[in-house]
């Protein structure tokens, strides 16, 4: 049998996306996700305690030319997973079961920045706290991610 991915494949990805090397093995084989890159996040810290990213806001707008609440919602989920997921460890995944958002400003150009915080860290449930910011430091939408962990 022989496997769907080559060792290594993603690594231009993963560099790409900020992904540090000495989590290169973990993501090798799968890499950061299509949506991941066609959103432009770009990871800045990694830890299951604080995941922080940023996204562009330009090529993630709606149809009003601001950014679309549905990207600020993409970025909170790959943070909190991203988060979640190194809580779990080797042998165990995070499946989202829960996610939801507030949006408090609008953006129309710039870098939003992601900044995940734990909230829980248990040995089956994991929840996220994600503050997404402008340029500025200003809230532009909050969110909280709920992760199932289990045994693959």
Known sequence: ????????????????????????????GYGVGALVVK???????MSPERTVATMPVEGNTQVAG???GGAHVVLAETLGSFAAGMHAGPGRQALGI???????RAIAAGTVTGTCT???LGRTLTTHEIVMTDEKGRRLSTARITNLIRDI
């Open 66 to 68: 601001i950014l679309h």
């Open 39 to 45: 959103m432009g996040i770009h990871f800045l810290e």
């Open 1 to 28: 049998m022989m496997d769907n991915f080559t060792p290594g494949q993603f690594a231009d990805e993963l560099m790409a996306a900020g992904i540090p090397e000495e989590m290169h093995e973990w993501l090798g």
């Open 118 to 120: 734990a909230i829980h």
């Open 98 to 104: 829960e996610v939801g958002a507030t949006h408090h």
